[in-house]
């Protein structure tokens, strides 16, 4: 096996190095992620925010139960969250700002050391998942800005910052709601001007 072939597989870290480099300045990774990362057995972080990526997210990538990490936020990624999202170790899901459609699968609420979720910017649509609930470990969220999400998410109230609304005028108070119908939480306040 090439040199190379071997230092990727024992890769613990795929990242891009745009996000500190003025937008003129870019030259953007523009691709699709290959289905061949499921090989990297020991990623544990994978950014590759702010370029061009395109396409799926491909099933292999879920596998990778290793992964913590794992920031896709601004690009062309289309498609739905797959279930199996469940057989990784994330800490951080960062998939804003892409083209994601669908539903949001159970399965998230099975991701029990996840802090950060945000699927913001998409074209997300259907009940957010009663299973968000049992992220008890869950610090931020961000659904805002998607098609048509509608549900509760009255258990995360006091341990979670929410962005939930397109709401852009509204004023905020803690716990941090931008609130939109049809997402829906007791505890959120709406402060009028």
């Known amino acids: 096996?090439?040199?190379?072939?071997?230092?990727?597989?024992?890769?613990?870290?795929?990242?891009?190095?745009?996000?500190?480099?003025?937008?003129?300045?870019?030259?953007?990774?523009?691709?699709?992620?290959?289905?061949s990362i499921g090989r990297l057995t020991r990623l544990e972080v994978l950014q590759l925010t702010s370029n061009k990526i395109y396409g799926s997210i491909p099933s292999q990538l879920w596998d990778l139960s290793t992964l913590q990490f794992l920031d896709l936020g601004f690009n062309d990624i289309e498609g739905e969250i797959s279930s199996s999202i469940s057989n990784t170790n994330l800490t951080h899901l960062l998939l804003g700002t892409n083209i994601l459609e669908g539903t949001l699968p159970s399965q998230i609420g099975e991701l029990t050391n996840l802090v950060q979720l945000d699927l913001s910017s998409n074209y997300l649509s259907g009940a957010v998942p009663n299973e968000l609930i049992s992220l008890s470990n869950l610090?931020?969220?961000?659904?805002?800005?998607?098609?048509?999400?509608?549900?509760?998410?009255?258990?995360?109230?006091?341990?979670?910052?929410?962005?939930?609304?397109?709401?852009?005028?509204?004023?905020?108070?803690?716990?941090?709601?931008?609130?939109s119908e049809p997402l829906v939480c007791s505890c959120c306040t709406r402060i009028k001007d």
């Open 1 to 35: 096996m090439p040199p190379l072939v071997q230092t990727m597989f024992r890769m613990l870290i795929l990242k891009s190095f745009y996000e500190h480099v003025p937008i003129t300045d870019r030259s953007f990774l523009q691709a699709s992620i290959p289905s």
């Open 139 to 179: 610090a931020a969220l961000d659904l805002s800005f998607n098609f048509d999400l509608s549900g509760s998410l009255d258990g995360l109230c006091n341990s979670t910052m929410m962005i939930l609304q397109n709401d852009t005028d509204a004023t905020i108070e803690t716990p941090l709601f931008f609130a």
